[in-house]
């Protein structure tokens, strides 16, 4: 049981009582498997989920069986109710859950509420308007950092991309520098899966959404003497041979938090992300695109309601199963991790994949919830427990390289969810 | 200039005026380049063009110059508007250019108002319920067929599938009955271009929403000896030759109306249609399958007037660029025919294709309006003008193979717009 006696930053609170108030933006299937997997820890007082869909939030927090679990309404998309919300239940900790188009007003609202603040994905990126695949625009996080010293001067902390990638990923940056390497060539974040959907021709783990957001932006790259740039989505293929069992995926570059994040803090010559898309998936993202059903910006098209606008990328995600549903359905292991390459603290050349795999039948008999979305989720309530008990604490706008890699990677453990280690030569 | 003293059909105005009045319902790609074809000929008195938008219709109507042309608002999913218009403006003819969902209305309003018809599209087919790849279920025209004693006892004509596929293969396939072959083997219908749209990673030149409707059907096939059944969908690939420097193109077998019609009026041993989609158009169909996007059940999903329920086939033609509106920046020609297999005239094996190409370049010179539409459209004017001056005529339900195919063939040429043959062996 932790307290808040080692802690500085609640100096008023110097009493042996748990005072960590957690407001959860989104209780979807990641929201959902936080639920399930906080309810077990005893490090927080209560938490407030909350969604667009008051039905879903109170599903989502009776599901658990806890008391501390309550549910709220919120529009996600206003800063105000955020802060409102944050006010009205004495919130320490604003966790958002939901996706990337409602970073901003969810990491406002926590900030004007006066609460810490913790996300799984960064505010968007705007492509280069003159040459979208090889310059940088406004980049994934950059409205985020921007606030950086506001957060700070109010001696506020928002740790974003704290759930697996980015999150658990960025760690293992930290970590890898720190611990196993003298000199890092590249910080290659891999993510790969032998995941099958029994009764679907094509039924994605995760939020296509996002999936599409990620993917058919152009991918970022950091390279130390050129700084961040992008190229054209899919670039870069490599064949990855993913450790326990799932064996070699097609990989692309994709962009993704942690080509931002880690240069940030840990010393590299290049950052990459890399998913294992494989091939037909690839094919699809290809295609959507082909046909302009990945835009955002809406059509018009005849409803019940008569003649409407519609975003095409909506349209797509209604005709897919919800991924959070299929978790029965679902068969095999997903694999987040780093490919470290550069120099071991031994001086020799050094290849390293340090991973965490999840197995659905495991956390579906476990837990409740599909691999993926709890891969995602045992993240940052980790976090929050080395943030309740002040093992991790600062200020300002930081990514999880911030922070001290071992005891994270420690309580991981402790939770029943070990990581590994694989040398590559 | 034909007049009516030769007609028999219509004895109450044996008198030397034009008295074609015709419905052209549909002021889309297609109905807009009849209207162009038309204004060029003087065997109708009047053509009241109407479509669902009103707008679109006077702005089809106005387009080519002349006063014979009027315009009028319908709702196709009406018979009885259908009706309505047929009785107000003494309509004698019905053309159909809209696309086959409003086949049924219009069909049965032409005749209910007292009026021909004539289409380019037949009743949609349902898939069997048990055995949808092996089985037929309702076919493409069965409705119509259906309704064949009630035409005929009315004395009504409707002429279906008279655009130019099907419509001019049709022709085609009588044509070579009656004077090429003595035995049929085959009556295959093949169709393939070598367009391509300047600025458009993918923009096809025909409606996307008629073209998944064919494509994602199961295709039908009919063999003296089995009748009509059908396969999975893209089967039986083949690379045909198309004439006249288009080259080889990947084909398969797609539902058409060809192999419901020519069987019934054509003796031959196998009938099929295979469509030059190419490698490219055929992954995009097979994704949006995959994906649920051409389905016309509805799906719920947000817009600007709240939830609404949207067709993600609709949404599919919304995201892409309307298909009458690319003639400018469309290059190379598109090429119809029909594959004739089986023996000569002088008992020696013959393998003929009968076909017909239009080039763009020269359809836009000309006509003003791109080659896939205008050479759908100059079929059934061509049929009109023939109705129109007695050398074709007849009751009931009929395709284009119950007509004499040279009358049909001479005016073709006569309109410009001349066919090839060419020997295969």
Known sequence: METV?????????????????????????????????????????????????????????????????????VDATSADAVAALVREHAITH?????DPRFVMPIFNGALAGGADYLDMAMSLSHRHPEQPYELTGVKLGDEQFAAGEDWAAAGRLALVGIGVEPGLSDVFARYAADHLFSD?????????????????????????????????????????DRG??????????????????????????VEHEEVLL?????????????????????????TLHKLGLDRTEKVRVGSDKGQVEVSPRDVVAACLPNPATLGPKMRGKTCAGLWVTGTGKDG???????????????????????????????????????????TW??????????????????LLTAYGSPWGVKELN
């Open 393 to 410: 604490s600062g200020t300002g706008v930081l990514g999880p390289e911030a922070f001290d890699a071992v005891p994270f990677l420690e």
């Open 262 to 286: 880690m240069p940030r803090w840990v010393k590299c010559k290049r950052a990459t992300f890399k998913y294992g898309l494989g091939t037909e998936f690839i094919d699809v993202l290809k």
């Open 228 to 253: 961040w740039f992008v190229t054209e989505p899919f670039s870069e293929p490599e064949v990855f041979d993913f450790p326990d069992g799932i064996g070699p995926v097609e990989c692309v570059n």
């Open 348 to 390: 020799e050349p050094r290849s390293t994949y340090l991973y965490h795999v999840v197995d659905n039948e495991w956390s579906m008999a476990e837990y409740g919830h599909q691999c993926v979305v709890w891969q995602t989720a045992i993240n940052p309530v980790v976090a929050l427990e080395l943030l309740a008990n002040g």
């Open 5 to 73: 006696a080692e802690r500085a930053r609640y100096p008023e609170f110097r009493i042996r009582v748990p005072v960590m108030r957690i407001l959860l933006v989104g209780a979807g299937g990641v929201g959902s498997a936080f639920c399930a997997i906080a309810a077990r820890r005893d490090f927080f007082e209560q938490v407030v989920v909350c969604d667009y869909d008051a039905d879903r939030a109170r599903h989502a927090a009776e599901a658990v069986g806890d008391a501390r679990f309550v549910s709220a309404q």
């Open 94 to 98: 604003v966790m958002n859950a939901v």
């Open 184 to 224: 890092i060539d590249e910080l290659g974040t891999r993510d790969g899966s032998n995941l099958t959907v029994e009764g679907y021709d094509f039924a994605p783990s995760f939020s296509i959404w996002t999936t599409i957001e990620e993917c058919l932006n152009p991918p970022v790259i950091w390279e130390a």
